[in-house]
């Protein structure tokens, strides 16, 4: 398993905060080791007010992975327990429920050069996590659940029928 060694007295490494920079409604963000993406992603979309924006791209290494496939009814899981080099990850970021939403797909490269990707259920940054997010400013972008599809779907202009 991969894991950097520590010497058994030192405390766990505590992951920093996500480190931004912008121009304009343009940002890139970096993870650090041991944050879990998901959080990451949400905390930058609150502390910034992104109500509205796309991941247009994202590298790095996740340590551990759930990937899932949409068969129609719901996903099936695959969860990735060693890390992967992601080759690519994309999304984007609504509000649902007064919150962040974030709707991401990845592609993953494992150590045999395979790729395995999906719509993106958890992730845990391994070493890092670069990623590119446009934002829309002044607009709401909303994630309504859409019954007959079972699903929470993005809609560009919210309080509109889907």
């Not at 659940?145 to 779907?153: A, I, K, Q």
């Amino acid at each position: 398993m991969w894991e950097r060694s520590r010497n058994a007295q030192e405390p766990p490494r505590v992951p920093d905060p996500v480190q931004t920079v912008h121009d304009g409604s343009t940002w890139l963000l970096r993870l650090e080791d041991g944050q879990d993406l998901f959080d990451a992603l949400s905390g930058f979309a609150t502390r910034e007010g992104v109500r509205a924006g796309a991941v247009v791209f994202g590298i790095g290494m996740f340590r551990r992975a759930t990937i899932g496939y949409w068969n129609g009814e719901r996903y099936l899981p695959r969860e990735l327990t060693e890390p992967h080099e992601v080759v690519g990850l994309h999304g984007t970021i609504a509000q649902a429920d007064g919150r962040p939403s974030l709707h991401l797909h990845a592609a993953l490269a494992g150590t045999g050069h395979d790729l395995v990707g999906g719509h993106l259920l958890q992730a845990t940054v391994g070493a890092l996590q670069e990623v590119l997010v446009t934002t829309f400013p002044g607009r709401t972008f909303g994630r309504p659940l859409v019954e007959s599809f079972g699903l929470r779907m993005l809609d560009l202009e919210p309080g509109s029928q889907v």
